[in-house]
Nanobody
Framework: QVQLQESGPGLVKPSQTLSLTCTVS??????????WSWVRQAPGKGLEWMGV???????SYSPSLKSRTSISRDTSKDQISLQLSSVTPDGTDVYYC????????????WGQGTQVTVSS
């Protein structure tokens, strides 16, 4: 059973960089055709896809966040990391790690999500 667990600071100050880690268990993040995404959700709003890193290390980002977003991985630990720079209070969201090998835009696996508040 694949499980995802997000971790990181729950409070970030405006203009700083938000850093989160997703630890994957039950399978390797390099398993062929798997892709791992970061998705966020603001209070009362829908899900916003931020970016993805594929099993082979290729990345892709949301055009609206591309200039501020970086997704990387540590294959020795089966971890996916997210960095979002220059955060503003609008970045106060629940951040999710999601993954799998589906091609329909849906995900096989979700983390429980982690609340991040951007405030001074």
């Amino acid at each position: 059973q694949v499980q995802l667990q997000e971790s990181g600071p729950g409070l970030v100050k405006p203009s700083q960089t938000l850093s989160l880690t997703c630890t994957v268990s039950g399978d390797s993040i390099t398993t062929s055709y798997y892709a791992w995404s970061w998705v966020r959700q603001a209070p009362g709003k829908g899900l916003e896809w931020m970016g993805v890193i594929a099993y082979d290390g290729r990345t892709s980002y949301s055009p609206s966040l591309k200039s501020r977003t970086s997704i990387s991985r540590d294959t020795s630990k089966d971890q996916i990391s997210l960095q979002l720079s220059s955060v503003t209070p609008d970045g106060t969201d629940v951040y999710y790690c999601a993954g799998g090998c589906r091609t329909d835009g849906e995900y096989d696996y979700w983390g429980q999500g982690t609340q991040v508040t951007v405030s001074s």
